[in-house]
């Protein structure tokens, strides 16, 4: 099992759609978890942390369920703006400092 | 503030050469990591720094050297470069603590090995 594991799309949806990714980590010691956002040839940028009570950030809701080692994140009414590559990231560590381990991304294009 | 700085943005090498590519950031970030990307792989950990002179291997470790002599600069060395390390190479910093931070990525440097 791919230690962080996400669908690598595309998720193709209009505009104002509604449009939801999971990600499973496979270490259930994971600490921290976040989702960062990638541009065609860019680097990534954080999108937001996830926190055990699920958060949200306007049009962008991330959960997380441990019990299962999942992650998702729901975007509502899609822009176009919004085309990208969504990583799914998950600090492996519990001893304070970074060791991150990313999934490979889930890309989205959203049309007019 | 300019960030993390990465240079060169494009490279390219022919099979046994040698290069350094740079890193500097001006946050003040005790901790400085390289990743390299590659298509379906994801971003791999190759070396990682917890403070000026400390540092340590990550994931792909092999081929790669680091040093951090300062706080803001985390050049990463290729020793003798082969078509496998063909890839886009990222360097990131943040604040070191007993929580997670936000990572802070560079541009990235293109790398083509021939």
């Known amino acids: 099992r791919k230690e962080v594991e996400q669908d690598p799309g595309p998720f193709n949806v209009p505009e104002g759609a509604t449009v939801a990714f999971n990600c499973t980590y496979s270490?259930?010691?994971?600490?921290?978890f976040f989702w960062y956002r990638q541009d065609c040839r860019k680097e990534p940028k954080l999108l937001m942390s996830?926190?055990?009570s699920g958060n949200e950030d306007g049009r962008f809701t991330a959960q997380l369920n441990r019990a299962s080692q999942y992650i998702s994140l729901l975007i509502r009414d899609s822009k176009l703006s919004d085309s990208a590559t969504y990583l799914c990231v998950v600090n492996w560590g519990n001893t304070g400092f970074q060791k991150l381990v990313f999934g490979t991304g889930t890309r989205l294009l959203v049309s007019p | 503030n300019a960030g993390v700085t990465q240079t060169p943005k494009f490279q390219v090498l022919k099979t046994g050469q040698s290069m350094t590519l740079q890193c500097a950031q001006d946050m003040n970030h005790e901790y400085m990591s390289w990743y390299r990307q590659d298509p379906g792989m994801g971003l791999r950990l190759i070396h990682y720094s917890v403070g000026a002179g400390i540092t340590d291997q990550g994931e792909v470790p092999n081929g790669y050297n680091v040093s951090r002599s300062t706080t803001e600069d985390f050049p990463l060395r290729l020793l003798s470069a082969a078509p496998s390390q063909t890839s886009v190479y990222f360097c990131?910093?943040?604040?070191?603590?007993?929580?997670?931070?936000?990572?802070?990525f560079g541009p990235g440097t293109r790398l083509t090995v021939t």
């Open positions: 990131a910093s943040s604040p070191l603590g007993l929580t997670s931070y936000e990572q802070y």
């Open positions: 996830v926190y055990s």
């Open positions: 270490n259930s010691a994971s600490q921290s």
